[in-house]
């Protein structure tokens, strides 16, 4: 580049080489420290692709499409009675989840006080770090014990349910809070009640943010195991439907009990559900991310 | 009546309808709202009236006892410190709660300064496309069912331990007690504190990143001012302020590992009654333990077992909301403190 006069040079040298005079010392440690950072950020992103790649090569090669219309017999078949099960189960789950913490997030965001927000919030967070385990063992104390259920679809959801909850209550206070105030305003003056603000006119430009946080809940609901162990049982059976009594296969438990069987036909089943798993999280992911590009802010990552 | 009359008397009832709507609409909110909060206390309530009985045929040796035995499930059931349970009965959670703290530790230990690195990556190396690619890749990384992670863990990682890193690791640091032996199947204490360490790597990288990019832009610019390298500015200048938020992070993934059910499940090797002797040897957590134990629940007629696997699960929630608390207390700080200061830019 041409320098023109002193001046600019020295801004120049400022600007773009402000490690001309460094050290040595100093410049080394830089570029390593940045370099190992680079290299951990390389490291996670290679586990994951390891992971997909070994995941999906497993799945392919083992997937045959007649699985999706049998059912399990013994240590091969199908798997339509785990993905029914799993449909079914995440179905109740997202029935009672989606109202509860959809109304949940509005109070705290609308009407509470800032007092009770932020107690709800702080202990919605350490609700969902309770672990999934200790939620199915609790259900199955409480319901299937307790209440006598035995294992069934309905204590599967109600675990489920507990699961979801924060992700749902959170991911809507959050994207409302981001509504620009003058909109309540606006809503105020033309004589609406809070009630009526919020069911006619908030909730639009939010519509994006808890659709996110609704489906992020669901992708997380239909990975997990752990809740469902003391709660769903196992069936080889295409669930009957009944919310009672009646125990329901799922995908997971198929993914850990038939990898430790010593034949192939087993493993070639929980591969296979492990890939359609996956498949279907990773739609719901992107589609997540599509949803947050296109009506901007969304769900914070909450993990 | 008058049509106008009448009209007001319509508008008037709408009112009043709106009015009940707007009532009835906030009491159900009130209570959606406080669920959580109920779900909460109702779960530490349930589980921990469930282990009561445990409690007290165990007492403190709970945690002391290493054996964990159903006791003789067809035999007479005796009756000992006024509970009953079959004969022979011992349910000591040592081991299992030794394997949850090694398995978390070895997982912090790896998981911590990858996140550290690569959330300092996100905040200030890349951005653009490349930074929303990274990130939606970590968070990819934390949406993966646990049991998809198990067998990962089953597939690459465990025979990569058992015959490559473990005895590397023996062959070079054989004689630092803990890591000489036989590296085994792979499956064990090594290989669950990785995959561990996989799952917890993207919790605590969301969150330090969120913190470093709280980190005002003045301060950094501030270093940069004095002659400090961007390298320099993040040891310096950005994670002592965000110091407390990291401790924080640090929590959250810990208590993640430590409630993680599947993965260790599937790699842990299933120990039962033994202490692990090295870094590769067969661990069970508390977690991985209730998930194994489901059978012995159903069978045992005292149902002494579901008490006994009550109190693993009081135990763990316990450890769990705890390290929680803290870790949400800390971070909350610095969200406060840094938009306190008034100076983001």
Not at chain 2, 309 to 314: D, P
Request: net charge positive; with cysteine; aromatic share 8%.
């Amino acid at each position: 580049m041409s320098v023109k006069s002193p001046e600019t040079a020295v801004v120049f040298s400022t600007g773009k080489d402000r490690s001309v005079g460094l050290p040595r010392r100093r410049r080394l440690s830089s570029y390593f420290g940045w370099g190992l950072a680079w290299a951990c950020a390389g490291l996670v992103v290679s586990a994951l692709l390891d992971l997909l790649v070994t995941v999906v090569m497993k799945g392919v090669t083992s997937f045959r499409w007649d699985m999706l219309t049998t059912v399990t017999h013994g240590i091969a078949g199908g798997l339509q009675n785990a993905i029914l099960g799993t449909l079914w189960i995440v179905g109740i789950a997202i029935v009672m989840a989606a109202p509860v913490g959809i109304l949940g997030g509005v109070y705290l965001s609308e009407f509470a006080r800032s007092g009770w927000a932020r107690t709800v919030r702080f202990w919605t967070e350490v609700l969902s770090g309770v672990p999934s385990i200790v939620v199915g063992y609790f259900i199955y104390l409480l319901l299937v014990l307790g209440l006598g259920w035995g294992f069934s679809a309905l204590a599967a959801g109600i675990a489920l349910l507990i699961i979801m909850l924060p992700y749902i209550v959170s991911s809507t206070e959050s994207t409302l809070r981001q509504v620009p105030w003058s909109l309540r305003e606006g809503a105020w003056a033309l004589g609406l009640t809070r009630f009526q603000a919020v069911s006619r006119v908030v909730w639009r430009p939010a519509a994006g943010g808890i659709a996110t946080g609704v489906l992020t809940s669901i992708a997380v609901a239909l990975g997990e195991t752990a809740p469902l162990l003391y709660t769903a049982g196992w069936s080889a059976y295409n669930p009957d439907w009944h919310l009672t009594h009646s125990q329901v296969g799922y995908l997971t438990y198929v993914v850990w009990t038939y990898i430790e069987q010593p034949y192939p036909e087993a493993h070639a089943l929980a591969y296979s559900a492990a890939f359609l798993l996956l498949v279907v999280i990773l739609c719901i992911h992107i589609l997540v991310r599509m949803l947050v590009r296109r009506w901007g802010g969304g769900a914070k990552s909450h993990l | 009546m008058s049509q106008r009359k009448r009209g007001e008397m319509h508008v008037m009832s709408q009112r009043r309808a709106s009015r009940w709507a707007d009532i009835g609409f906030r009491g159900v909110a009130a209570v959606c709202s406080a669920m959580p909060l109920v779900v909460l206390a109702a779960i530490l309530a349930v589980v921990v009236a469930g282990a009561m009985p445990s409690i007290r045929y165990m007492g403190w040796r709970f945690i002391t006892d290493i054996t964990w035995n159903l006791g003789n499930l067809y035999g007479a059931i005796s009756v000992h410190g006024g509970v009953r349970a079959p004969a022979g009965a011992s349910y000591g959670a040592l081991v299992f709660l030794v394997g949850t703290l090694a398995s978390s530790a070895i997982a912090l230990v790896i998981a911590v300064p990858v996140s550290v690195l690569t959330a300092a990556v996100l905040a200030y190396q890349v951005r653009g496309p490349l930074q929303s690619l990274l990130s939606f890749l970590v968070e990819l990384l934390a949406g993966i069912p646990s049991v998809v992670f198990g067998l990962w863990g089953i597939l690459v990682l465990a025979p990569w331990v058992g015959s490559q890193l473990g005895p590397g690791i023996a062959h070079l640091f054989g004689w630092v007690p803990f890591l000489g032996g036989s590296a085994g199947t792979g499956l064990g204490l090594l290989t669950s504190g990785l995959v561990l360490a996989l799952m917890i790597t993207p919790i605590i990288t969301a969150a330090v990143r969120d913190l470093l990019m709280q980190v005002p832009r003045l301060y950094r610019e501030g270093g940069i001012g004095l002659g400090l390298t961007s390298w320099e500015v993040l040891r310096h200048v950005c994670l002592p302020i965000v110091r407390e938020g990291l401790i924080g992070a640090v929590a959250l993934g810990w208590g993640r590992a430590m409630g993680e059910t599947m993965a260790v499940l599937m790699v842990g090797g299933s120990a039962l009654n033994q202490l692990p002797q090295n870094l590769y040897s067969p661990i069970s957590t508390m977690a991985a333990v209730i998930a194994n134990q489901l059978d012995s629940a159903l069978t045992d007629a005292s149902h002494m077992a579901v008490h006994a696997l009550a109190e693993l699960a009081a135990l763990l929630l316990v450890l769990t909301v705890v390290t929680n608390l803290v870790a949400r207390l800390l971070v909350h700080r610095v969200g406060w403190t840094a938009g306190a200061r008034g100076v983001r830019v």
